[in-house]
């Protein structure tokens, strides 16, 4: 009788179980369909830094849905803005948009969200938003100057952000000098381990 317990508490598992796998499946499709678009980008971008060749050493961590967060959005009503240092010395001029706070595997994290001058008043690029952070695994796993994720304004609902680490991309400085990419602030410094996104460029 026992035994039979067990096995009917097995069998009545099964099926979330399978529901579980067939939703991290689809959620690691999701990703790798994501990252062969993010390549194909560089073939067509004019000023990308990588040949087709190059894209191959493109590395990635495995997807891992766990780096997948909700995110709570506090707008920031910045008026004046400020510099952004860049790895070429250009200074760029952006907005602090507002903060979003998140628990991430037991540690809370915040991110200040950034909104560039130039690109706001840009036709199409008016709702462009950017998340520059660095995290523990720079310079052992991913790039030391940090890595980025971007958003559309359209993005935030009911206060709320949805970010996906899996997403997070190297600046084109990863790949070759001269190019003016935003160095993250300070502040937007996570003190975890973000094991998802782009590794090293792998040439």
Same mark, same amino acid.
């Given at each position: 009788? +026992?035994?039979?317990?067990?096995? /009917? #508490?097995?069998?009545? !598992?099964?099926?979330?179980?399978?529901? $579980?796998?067939?939703?991290?499946?689809?959620?690691?499709?999701?990703?790798?369909?994501?990252?062969?678009?993010?390549?194909?980008?560089?073939?067509?971008?004019?000023?990308?830094?990588?040949?087709?060749?190059?894209?191959?050493?493109?590395?990635?961590?495995?997807?891992?849905?766990?780096?997948?967060?909700?995110?709570?959005?506090?707008?920031?009503?910045?008026?004046?803005?400020?510099?952004?240092?860049?790895?070429?010395?250009?200074?760029? +001029?952006?907005?602090?948009?507002? /903060? #979003?706070?998140?628990? !991430?595997?037991?540690?809370?994290?915040? $991110?200040?969200?950034?909104?560039?001058?130039?690109?706001?008043?840009?036709?199409?690029?008016?709702?462009?938003?950017?998340?520059?952070?660095?995290?523990?695994?720079?310079?052992?796993?991913?790039?030391?100057?940090?890595?980025?994720?971007?958003?559309?304004?359209?993005?935030?609902?009911?206060?709320?952000?949805?970010?996906?680490?899996?997403?997070?991309?190297?600046?084109?400085?990863?790949?070759?000098?001269?190019?003016?990419?935003?160095?993250?602030?300070?502040?937007?410094? /996570?003190?975890?381990?973000?094991?998802?996104?782009?590794?090293?460029?792998?040439?």
């Amino acid at each position: 009788m +026992k035994l039979l317990k067990i096995v /009917l #508490v097995i069998v009545s !598992l099964l099926p979330i179980n399978s529901n $579980l796998n067939a939703q991290n499946n689809l959620y690691a499709q999701s990703i790798e369909l994501h990252r062969q678009q993010y390549k194909e980008a560089f073939i067509s971008d004019e000023h990308s830094p990588l040949t087709k060749k190059d894209t191959a050493w493109l590395r990635f961590y495995p997807p891992n849905s766990s780096y997948l967060v909700l995110a709570q959005f506090s707008k920031i009503n910045d008026t004046i803005g400020f510099d952004m240092q860049t790895h070429n010395g250009v200074i760029k +001029k952006y907005y602090v948009y507002g /903060l #979003v706070t998140f628990t !991430l595997h037991q540690t809370l994290c915040t $991110l200040y969200v950034y909104q560039s001058e130039k690109l706001r008043t840009l036709e199409g690029m008016e709702d462009y938003l950017f998340i520059p952070f660095t995290d523990e695994t720079n310079y052992e796993k991913s790039f030391g100057g940090g890595r980025y994720l971007d958003f559309k304004i359209s993005d935030i609902q009911q206060n709320q952000l949805q970010i996906d680490f899996n997403k997070c991309y190297n600046p084109y400085c990863a790949y070759k000098e001269g190019y003016s990419c935003p160095i993250p602030p300070k502040e937007n410094n /996570l003190k975890i381990k973000i094991e998802a996104g782009e590794l090293l460029f792998g040439k």
